[in-house]
């Protein structure tokens, strides 16, 4: 019976016109269904703490747990075991999102399964606001957040004192495929946080654009840039719509923030198993020979870190 079902699974992939990297991920995903899923190295155990200016923890991921003294942020929460009941995570989550009594704004980059995910949404507490980018209510349910909003690039909302800028960010839309034809530009942004003077870029999904990240640099003085740094790797800048360790470092010094905190690898099965740990091998090493190694934030799953 396993056998029949890894032939069908083969032969679904290659009709459906995968490439070779969605299909080497699904297929790592598949061949693994049985196994079990190992724990986080670390856990977060008290997401709030005491006397914090700036704290910042990485669940895994694109999740972020950010706290700006008393308000709570979360980036992209994903807590499910996989993305879109396909893809598997190569390591569990760092935090039990019941620990949460209080999430102040969940952020949202874009609509794809691993940063959008519904069943991850439902387990998050819901006294807070809900924010996501332009085109995405319709993909949205009604979860029953306090607040909802849909921000274009360089939208500002303001609430408590907390001011959050949606910036324009490199990277493209759709989930199912066939609605990236009718979305144009929309559904995918990056976030600025601004909070009592602390200041926090959350970059989402995003491929090197020197233009964009120059610009954000020239507007907000940021203490801390969230930044993805795979799935692209080698020694140029990434893709078009992923940046690389290298184009991640490049970002990080375009928007000028005090420090890095790297994301978006060694989390999920993504078409390689060599290595889960390069990306950030490769940041850790590119950052040394500028000298800028103090101020790479390189977190293990469940880790959390005071900046502040």
Not at 214 to 223: A, Y
Request: hydrophobic share 40%; glycine share 10%.
């Amino acid at each position: 019976m396993k056998h029949l079902h890894f032939t069908l699974v083969s032969l679904i992939l290659v009709l459906s016109g995968c490439n070779s990297y969605i299909q080497r991920t699904i297929w790592q995903s598949i061949t693994r269904i049985g196994e079990p899923i190992p724990p986080a190295p670390r856990m977060i155990t008290t997401p709030m703490l005491q006397n914090v200016k700036l704290a910042v923890s990485w669940v895994g991921h694109a999740t972020a747990l950010i706290q700006i003294y008393d308000k709570i942020f979360i980036t992209d929460p994903l807590f499910t075991n996989t993305i879109g009941m396909i893809v598997k995570r190569a390591v569990k989550p760092g935090l039990d999102p019941a620990l949460l009594t209080k999430v102040d704004f969940t952020l949202i980059s874009h609509m794809h399964f691993d940063h959008l995910s519904y069943g991850s949404l439902d387990m998050l507490p819901k006294n807070g606001t809900l924010v996501f980018p332009d085109g995405l209510a319709e993909y949205v349910p009604d979860f029953g957040f306090r607040e909802v909003d849909e921000m274009k690039p360089w939208d500002v909302i303001e609430g408590d004192s907390v001011r959050i800028t949606a910036v324009p960010v490199q990277h493209f839309n759709g989930r199912y495929g066939i609605d990236r034809g009718w979305m144009g530009e929309r559904g995918y942004t990056g976030y600025v946080i601004e909070y009592k003077g602390i200041v926090v870029f959350f970059a989402g999904d995003t491929g090197y654009n020197l233009e964009l990240f120059k610009e954000i640099g020239r507007r907000f003085k940021i203490d801390l840039a969230i930044i993805p740094i795979a799935p692209s790797s080698g020694s140029g800048l990434g893709s078009q719509v992923h940046a690389s360790p290298l184009g991640a470092l490049e970002i990080f010094k375009d928007v000028g923030a005090h420090y890095m905190m790297p994301i978006h690898f060694g989390t999920m099965l993504f078409g390689s198993t060599s290595n889960p740990l390069g990306p950030l091998d490769q940041l850790r090493a590119a950052a040394a020979d500028e000298g800028i190694s103090d101020r790479i934030v390189g977190l293990e799953v469940g880790e959390q870190r005071i900046l502040y």
